[in-house]
């Protein structure tokens, strides 16, 4: 079987259903991913996401917002990997020092400035850092912002603005767990908001109250951290939560230990040839990012 999407369904036997979502994914819902109402996860007040972007064009840039419930699930890895495979400039909108701020080599303490937080109280478009293709460019967060976060709405209404003046076709936005109030304004704008998903008890907790508030939202899931040995219990609670709330499951990452100890600033995806240690890892972050490609063009 080549690697096409197989909807799970009560026709299969239990284990190979199982597996399919993970190897396969299922495929996209018929929800409306850029003309939908999105509900504000801290009101009641619902949105429709024409007044936050213009519509829907094959020209426009594309906002690929990665969101988690829980931290640790390695999503600032894959927004690093993503925004450099996908040529786009990438927006930290967390502010601890785990980040992708750090990891690019970026130190807050080292700076007068803090761009983003300066650029939001001017109304203006902050200039991104030159990753020179081996990091990705960078807007980069900082402390402060945890205290001076705007509206969803205004964080929305900036990175399409941002995003239109750049130039560039995708804008990638990492958020702090939890999404928070800039996080959820990053959601409200993205075209698609990558979802990592980690194959363990508490992170699945998680990820169903995520899904319970925004399983509209155009959601791509991707299993993340996933062992050679994926625990069968929880293989068949995220078939149940796919199944439940029609999301959407893209490939999977597994698991490369060898990630946790890397120091180089580079992109793992933009060395070449990659080491051994990193060849499947590599492969699989292709494959998310032509997963995060078809997935806006449907």
Same mark, same amino acid.
């Given at each position: 079987?080549?690697?096409?999407?197989?909807?799970?369904?009560?026709?299969?036997?239990?284990?190979?259903?199982?597996?399919?979502?993970?190897?396969?994914?299922?495929?996209?819902?018929?929800?409306?991913?850029?003309?939908?109402?999105?509900?504000?996860?801290?009101?009641?007040?619902?949105?429709?996401?024409?007044?936050?972007?213009?519509?829907?064009?094959?020209?426009?840039?594309?906002?690929?917002?990665?969101?988690?419930?829980?931290?640790?699930?390695?999503?600032?890895?894959?927004?690093?990997?993503?925004?450099?495979?996908?040529?786009?400039?990438?927006?930290?909108?967390?502010?601890?020092?785990?980040?992708?701020?750090?990891?690019?080599?970026?130190?807050? $303490?080292? /700076?007068?400035?803090?761009?983003?937080? &300066?650029?939001?109280? *001017?109304?203006?478009? !902050?200039? =991104?850092?030159?990753? +020179?293709?081996?990091?990705?460019?960078?807007?980069?967060?900082?402390?402060?912002?945890?205290?001076?976060?705007?509206?969803?709405?205004?964080?929305?209404?900036?990175?399409?603005?941002?995003?239109?003046?750049?130039?560039?076709?995708?804008?990638?936005?990492?958020?702090?767990?939890?999404?928070?109030?800039?996080?959820?304004?990053?959601?409200?704008?993205?075209?698609?908001?990558?979802?990592?998903?980690?194959?363990?008890?508490?992170?699945?907790?998680?990820?169903?109250?995520?899904?319970?508030?925004?399983?509209?939202?155009?959601?791509?899931?991707?299993?993340?951290?996933?062992?050679?040995?994926?625990?069968?219990? $929880?293989? /068949?609670?995220?078939?149940?939560?796919? &199944?439940?709330?029609? *999301?959407?499951?893209? !490939?999977? =990452?597994?698991?490369? +230990?060898?990630?946790?100890?890397?120091?180089?600033?580079?992109?793992?995806?933009?060395?070449?040839?990659?080491?051994?240690?990193?060849?499947?890892?590599?492969?699989?972050?292709?494959?998310?990012?032509?997963?995060?490609?078809?997935?806006?063009?449907?």
């Amino acid at each position: 079987m080549g690697r096409e999407s197989v909807k799970c369904s009560g026709s299969l036997e239990p284990s190979k259903s199982d597996l399919a979502v993970l190897q396969y994914g299922i495929p996209p819902n018929k929800l409306p991913k850029c003309a939908g109402s999105y509900i504000r996860r801290d009101t009641s007040v619902q949105m429709s996401a024409g007044e936050l972007r213009a519509p829907h064009t094959s020209l426009m840039p594309k906002i690929v917002t990665v969101a988690a419930s829980k931290g640790g699930v390695g999503k600032s890895t894959l927004a690093y990997e993503l925004a450099v495979l996908l040529d786009a400039p990438l927006v930290d909108l967390d502010w601890d020092e785990g980040g992708v701020t750090r990891k690019w080599g970026y130190r807050h $303490e080292n /700076r007068v400035h803090a761009p983003m937080i &300066e650029a939001l109280a *001017a109304g203006r478009t !902050p200039t =991104v850092l030159n990753g +020179r293709g081996r990091k990705p460019d960078l807007l980069p967060g900082h402390p402060d912002f945890a205290e001076r976060q705007p509206a969803p709405e205004d964080i929305a209404t900036a990175l399409s603005k941002w995003a239109g003046e750049w130039g560039r076709p995708f804008v990638v936005v990492d958020t702090h767990p939890g999404a928070a109030t800039a996080g959820h304004g990053a959601m409200l704008a993205a075209h698609v908001v990558v979802v990592p998903v980690v194959l363990r008890t508490n992170e699945l907790n998680a990820l169903e109250g995520m899904l319970k508030e925004v399983a509209d939202y155009p959601l791509l899931l991707i299993p993340n951290l996933v062992p050679r040995r994926a625990p069968a219990a $929880e293989i /068949r609670r995220l078939r149940r939560l796919v &199944e439940t709330y029609q *999301a959407e499951v893209g !490939p999977l =990452v597994r698991d490369c +230990r060898a990630l946790g100890t890397r120091k180089r600033h580079a992109a793992v995806v933009a060395e070449q040839p990659a080491a051994a240690v990193y060849r499947d890892f590599v492969a699989s972050m292709r494959e998310v990012a032509g997963a995060v490609r078809r997935y806006i063009s449907d």
